[in-house]
């Protein structure tokens, strides 16, 4: 049992410790393609140094919201992670503490908190960067459980560890059509949570066209800090839940041993640059949707995780 | 047929239903070509994978003759005789909207598993998943060429639907003789020739190739 | 040989009006084109009738005396229609250009058709049946008005649909033919092997090939192009399309049918005695509120492509007889009443049945042609529909399809009366519209040629054409 407790706490250091050099990695390669030099990969993590450093100024008018909604987004994606097969595929002491449904709904506590401290702060711009957050919130929430109730039916069990077990036994599994569907659902929906092209331009300035990006407008010092760093470790959340869970349970760790552990760091920090990789190239493929089209993308998921969960229920 | 080559068709099919879907989505006419090129490309593999054991040369000849003249011969014949000047903006307009059209088409490719279910269940041997898509992709082909308006937008549903009933085809009657080769070699690029000939003179008799919205040929009240 | 030489002999014409120095002389070897390949066929129909048989490859391409009959058909619109195309473009006034690619794509689109009745493999009369679509778009569009292109738009895109649909229903049937064991995929092995074929596939195939065949014969609710098409097309493409085109398809649902009776379990009859008398009712109706008389006479193509299918779904002998007799029929007399159209057309102008009155004073040939045709495309005696109809509504009291017999009799009075009420109309009050221009000669020559048959064949049957038509009768039942 003390195996399993000091793993998960492996599990909560590998995502708090490693989520800003991924952003930071995702950001460089980036620049790299659209021919520029880029940012250094720790960039991210001197940018957080600096805004703990900072001193904070929190506007007279806004409520206990607005100062709980950093810690919120800072601890949320670390629960998450307890849930979450990271770096073992067999059950750590947390894994039955919640299933894949609780872990959406636990996020739903982060998104909400922040959305509320977005229009709490007064920053107009907050509070149409909230309002257009929750339309894409509600657009993917279907794609989401619909992906879910599809894993979970094949895999008789909500828990991601056990659905991670038996996504690939049999091997045909891997292959099937409702496989690759609802890979392509889950991505579309992760491009779409994350604030990511071409739902949303992370690195885009002008706060009229923002959707994720300003709701952190108001916030300043150790909160932006909080902010930033939780959004990190959402993006490597969503981004191992898609790679452990639903596309590739390889490199895990079987026993619980150090050096297995240290192999599966390196072996799940290696899937999850492959995956940044190829979301830079689908980043600087697209441009931005417009507003009004975002609900045709996340439509476009809709049908493609319903064929994908009606294809696995006709067995083809 | 051996398992790996089974699971290989199984992923062939579901990039098949996705590109399927993806043409219901694509929004501009050249995206949707290129698509359809993938399409075809994805049919051609499923043939090279059905035909590799027990080998039957048949269906390695409809593979290499798919390729050549839907994936090769028709977008050079449109991209010659429907240049882009003849569209007038790059996108396509449809009859619907889209959102309201993915509903449609997830309808419709429930109703193609549904009506598949009859033969599978005659044929349990053959491949399931190249008939049930095979059915679903044509019932979605047969919504794109009613939804679009522009000339080769329909043009290019017409060929999606053709593509998904040679997807069923090559499942259930693998060693039909040359007609399917001698249909796809000659038959579709001709096609394709004159769809993109009535392309061009409905440009130069109206200005524009949006043929969906032609009504003005009906019963008087 | 003499069988792929009819044909040839269109293809070749076409391939010489491709040339680019033979504006001149394209009609005239197109019409030369046509008549050999009519003496061909009859000779074809003459050989045998002597008892040769006319197999070129097993399996693949034969003739047997159903095919020999259609040919013949087949042949004698393709004269006719030849010969008043060289009159009606002289009228257009088209660059020599343009009239040599009309010529060009009559003359493929001839081939196509012409093709049809020799092969036996059902996957190759599949191609070319989609050829027969592919080649006469362009000549719906000929007149390049946007009413012309979305016509033929509207033409191909419903046909396009229906030939996949019907590649559907032949893989199918192909791979119920493989269940049986055997791999004999002409007309006669699947109609040996239907019997043994299991019965959801075979039902499938059903369907899809009913459906696919139907949209190109101008089944409601399919038939939303045939209107249109049939209307804006130069008048000797729409004689072609209205008179053989319709009818090839037709053919080969024919023979299909055959094939499906043999499952007795799937109703082929019914399903297609229901299809057949709800094309022609709907067909009835839409000629009463016809606003234009060339779409008049396409509603009565698909009004008599529904009686025809009835006829065939009483599957007796003797139905089976009245149906070919009709489709003889119906092929030469609507071809007349589309050179009378044409001819009207070239007189007043205008194709709204509400503009022109007073034909009678415009001129004689025109308003002899639009009544003699009138009459006989709505079954009027003498002329040659009358039998036929007769023999059908014969066939039908015979195996005792009362209902059938009825409603087919109230469609034909209802088409009557749309017909002769629009037509007359057209012909008496004081002349309107005149655009004063002559009727070429060639296309009365035309019209006079295709008269003979439309008023002998009302009175008299030849001998030769009777036995044709039971030879072919028996192929079809058998």
């Known amino acids: 049992m003390t195996q399993s407790i000091a793993l998960n706490a492996v599990q909560l250091a590998f995502v708090l410790l490693l989520s800003p050099l991924f952003a930071g990695i995702l950001a460089r390669c980036k620049e790299l393609v659209q021919s520029k030099r880029g940012p250094s990969i720790f960039q991210p993590y001197r940018d957080l140094r600096k805004l703990f450093g900072k001193d904070e100024r929190i506007s007279e008018n806004s409520s206990w919201i607005f100062r709980a909604a950093p810690y919120f987004v800072f601890v949320v994606p670390l629960i998450v992670t307890l849930l979450i097969p990271v770096l073992t595929d067999f059950p750590l002491f947390f894994a039955f503490a919640g299933d894949m449904l609780g872990a959406g709904f636990i996020f739903a506590i982060s998104g909400m908190f922040f959305t509320l401290a977005a229009i709490d702060g007064g920053n107009p711009y907050g509070a149409m960067g909230a309002s257009r957050t929750r339309m894409v919130g509600f657009l993917a929430e279907p794609v989401i459980i619909i992906v879910l109730f599809t894993v979970s039916f094949v895999a008789n069990s909500t828990i991601p560890y056990i659905v991670q077990q038996h996504w690939v036994h049999p091997p045909a599994n891997f292959f099937a059509p409702s496989h690759v569907l609802l890979l392509l659902a889950f991505f579309m929906v992760l491009l779409a949570e994350t604030g990511r092209l071409p739902v949303d331009n992370p690195s885009g300035h002008f706060e009229l066209a923002m959707i994720d990006e300003s709701k952190a407008l108001e916030f300043s010092g150790r909160s932006a800090a909080l902010i930033k760093w939780g959004g990190y470790m959402k993006f490597v959340v969503l981004a191992i839940v898609f790679l452990n869970v639903l596309m590739t349970p390889w490199g895990l760790s079987s026993d619980g041993t150090p050096a297995h552990v240290a192999q599966a760091v390196l072996l799940v920090a290696f899937k999850i640059l492959l995956l940044i990789g190829f979301i830079a190239a689908v980043e600087s493929s697209y441009s931005k949707l417009r507003l009004f089209r975002i609900s045709e993308y996340l439509a476009a998921a809709f049908v493609v995780s319903v064929t994908a969960m009606i294809t696995e229920m006709l067995h083809l | 047929m051996t398992p790996l080559l089974a699971e290989l068709n199984a992923l062939v099919l579901g990039l098949f239903i996705i590109s399927t879907i993806a043409m219901t989505v694509t929004r501009q006419i050249g995206a949707c070509m290129q698509i359809f090129v993938v399409q075809s490309l994805l049919l051609a593999a499923s043939a090279f994978l059905l035909g590799a054991s027990p080998f039957s040369w048949h269906l390695f000849a409809l593979g290499c003759v798919t390729v050549l003249s839907k994936a090769i011969i028709i977008p050079w014949l449109l991209r010659v005789l429907v240049p882009n000047e003849i569209h007038q903006r790059r996108e396509l307009s449809q009859a619907l909207d889209v959102p309201t059209t993915l509903l449609v088409a997830l309808g419709l490719t429930l109703a193609g598993y549904a009506f598949a279910q009859h033969l599978v269940h005659a044929a349990p041997n053959l491949s399931p998943g190249n008939i049930s898509m095979g059915f679903a992709a044509l019932l979605v082909g047969l919504l794109l060429l009613a939804v679009r308006v522009e000339a080769v937008p329909q043009l290019l549903g017409l060929l999606a639907m053709e593509n998904a009933a040679f997807l069923t085809g090559i499942a259930i009657a693998p060693?039909?003789?040359?007609?399917?080769?001698?249909?796809?070699?000659?038959?579709?690029?001709?096609?394709?020739?004159?769809?993109?000939?009535?392309?061009?003179?409905?440009?130069?008799?109206?200005?524009?190739?949006?043929?969906?919205?032609?009504?003005?040929?009906?019963?008087?009240? | 040989m003499t069988t792929l030489l009819i044909p040839a002999v269109a293809l070749l014409a076409a391939l010489w009006c491709a040339i680019p120095r033979s504006g001149r002389a394209a009609p005239a070897v197109t019409l030369i084109a046509a008549l050999l390949a009519f003496l061909g066929s009859v000779r074809v129909l003459w050989m045998l009738h002597l008892g040769a048989t006319l197999t070129i490859a097993r399996g693949w391409i034969e003739t047997d005396p159903l095919?020999?009959?259609?040919?013949?058909?087949?042949?004698?619109?393709?004269?006719?229609?030849?010969?008043?195309?060289?009159?009606?473009?002289?009228?257009?006034?088209?660059?020599?250009?343009?009239?040599?690619?009309?010529?060009?794509?009559?003359?493929?689109?001839?081939?196509?058709?012409?093709?049809?009745?020799?092969?036996?493999?059902?996957?190759?009369?599949?191609?070319?049946?989609?050829?027969t679509t592919l080649l006469s778009v362009l000549l719906v569009s000929y007149a390049l008005t946007p009413q012309a292109v979305e016509a033929a738009w509207k033409y191909m895109v419903l046909t396009l649909l229906g030939a996949t649909t019907a590649v559907l229903g032949i893989l199918i049937l192909f791979w119920s033919l493989h269940t049986t064991g055997s791999?004999?995929?002409?007309?006669?092995?699947?109609?040996?092997?239907?019997?043994?074929?299991?019965?959801?596939l075979l039902g499938a195939a059903f369907v899809l090939l009913l459906v696919g065949y139907g949209a190109k014969i101008g089944l409601v609710p399919l038939h939303t192009w045939l209107p249109d098409a049939h209307s804006q097309a130069p008048s000797p493409v729409c004689a072609m399309l209205s008179g053989i085109e319709t009818s090839v398809v037709l053919y080969v649902l024919l023979r299909l049918r055959g094939v499906f009776a043999g499952d007795p379990a799937l109703h082929a009859g019914t399903w297609f005695a229901v299809a057949g008398l709800i094309s022609a009712g709907v067909a009835a109706l839409l000629i009463v509120q016809a606003h234009d008389y060339k779409r008049l006479f396409a509603f009565s193509t698909v009004e008599h492509m529904g009686i025809m299918l009835t006829a065939a779904s009483i599957l007796t002998p003797y139905g089976d007889t009245a149906a070919l007799w009709q489709m003889l029929a119906h092929s030469v007399t609507k071809s007349f009443c589309f050179y009378a159209a044409g001819i009207a057309l070239i007189v007043t102008g205008s194709r709204d049945i509400a503009d022109v009155r007073g034909l009678l004073g415009i001129s004689r040939i025109a308003s002899a042609g639009l009544l003699v045709g009138g009459l006989a495309i709505s079954g009027a005696p003498p002329m040659a529909v009358f039998p036929s109809e007769l023999a059908i509504l014969r066939?039908?009291?015979?195996?005792?399809?009362?209902?059938?017999a009825a409603l087919l009799a109230l469609f034909i009075v209802v088409a009557f009366f749309g017909v002769t009420r629009h037509i007359t109309s057209m012909l008496t009050g004081e002349p309107s519209v005149t655009t004063g221009r002559r009727v070429p000669t060639t296309c009365v020559l035309a019209l006079a040629v295709t008269a003979v048959p439309v008023l002998v064949l009302g009175v008299w049957m030849p001998a030769g054409l009777a036995q044709a038509i039971e030879s072919a009768a028996k192929v079809l039942g058998a």
Do not use: K
């Not at chain 2, 070699?185 to 769809?195: T, Y």
């Not at chain 3, 791999?183 to 959801?200: K, N, Q, V, Y």
């Not at chain 3, 066939?395 to 059938?404: D, K, P, T």
């Open chain 3, 67 to 131: 095919g020999a009959f259609l040919l013949v058909l087949i042949a004698f619109v393709y004269v006719t229609a030849a010969l008043y195309s060289w009159g009606y473009l002289n009228v257009q006034e088209a660059p020599p250009h343009r009239v040599r690619l009309y010529h060009a794509n009559f003359n493929l689109f001839a081939f196509s058709m012409l093709c049809i009745p020799l092969l036996s493999e059902l996957g190759l009369v599949w191609i070319f049946v989609e050829l």
């Open chain 3, 183 to 200: 791999t004999d995929f002409t007309w006669s092995g699947l109609r040996a092997a239907a019997p043994h074929m299991p019965h959801a």
């Open chain 2, 175 to 221: 060693d039909f003789p040359l007609i399917a080769e001698l249909a796809i070699a000659f038959d579709v690029p001709l096609l394709a020739f004159i769809v993109a000939l009535l392309a061009r003179i409905a440009y130069r008799s109206m200005g524009t190739t949006e043929v969906g919205a032609l009504t003005s040929l009906q019963e008087r009240q």
């Open chain 3, 395 to 404: 066939a039908a009291l015979q195996a005792h399809g009362y209902v059938v």
